[in-house]
T-cell receptor, first 109, second 115 residues
Framework: TQLLEQSPQFLSIQEGENLTVYCNSS?????LQWYRQEPGEGPVLLVT?????EVKKLKRLTFQFGDARKDSSLHITAAQPGDTGLYLC?????????FGKGTMLLVSP | ETGVTQSPTHLIKTRGQQVTLRCSSQ?????VSWYQQALGQGPQFIFQ???????GRGNFPPRFSGLQFPNYSSELNVNALELDDSALYLC??????????????FGPGTRLTVT
């Protein structure tokens, strides 16, 4: 099993702060996905990154795929309470999607 | 377009019992995957069904079984429930086989508690 390590496990910040969460593995990914899961809901896909060094932006969220395709980061600028949730990274294998344990983000007003 | 729906929302069962969870896939999707998400963990892949056939299985014992119907809806059955089976069970649907890394759309899950 090719594990995905996510850090930090938990992050509590104030509205307006910036933050970065990480997803790492010892193995190379063909692609990596980031999801957000809100309480009582299933995960929702935010982005898929494929190319080493790729940077994608989704409003205040910036996703980066490492050059060696073994790591990825998610940076949130000026966090808002609506950003609260569990952020999961995931990689595809043969018909399976393997998730990390996630980073639980709490943004307080 | 109707999203992925799951039933029931919550369920409480006793150790040793059997349970059936249901999932209706999003319109136009022919693949359904099931995941188990324990508290504080990421989802773990149980199995996937593509055109009514099992198309991949994670590290779960045979007492976890499934079905996919001609309308692409799906069931997850768990026999001889154990306390560790308490979790959120997520269903996800997609268009095409999982091998092609199609985007999966998740339902809200069924919260199963085994006492």
């Amino acid at each position: 099993t090719q594990l995905l390590e996510q850090s930090p496990q938990f992050l509590s910040i104030q509205e307006g702060e910036n933050l970065t969460v990480y997803c790492n593995s010892s193995s190379v990914f063909s692609s990596l996905q980031w999801y957000r899961q809100e309480p009582g809901e299933g995960p929702v896909l935010l982005v898929t990154v494929v190319t080493g060094g790729e940077v994608k932006k989704l409003k205040r969220l910036t996703f980066q795929f490492g050059d060696a395709r073994k790591d990825s980061s998610l940076h949130i600028t000026a966090a808002q309470p609506g950003d609260t949730g569990l952020y999961l990274c995931a990689r595809w294998g043969y018909s399976t999607l393997t998730f990390g344990k996630g980073t639980m983000l709490l943004v307080s007003p | 377009e109707t999203g992925v729906t799951q039933s029931p929302t919550h369920l409480i069962k006793t150790r040793g019992q059997q349970v059936t969870l249901r999932c209706s896939s999003q319109s136009g999707h022919n693949t359904v995957s099931w995941y188990q998400q324990a508290l504080g963990q990421g989802p773990q892949f149980i199995f996937q069904y593509y055109r009514e056939e099992e198309n991949g299985r994670g590290n779960f014992p045979p007492r976890f079984s499934g079905l996919q119907f001609p309308n692409y809806s799906s069931e997850l059955n768990v026999n001889a429930l154990e306390l560790d089976d308490s979790a959120l069970y997520l269903c996800a649907s997609s268009r095409g086989s999982g091998r092609a890394n199609y985007e999966q759309y998740f339902g809200p899950g069924t919260r199963l508690t085994v006492t």
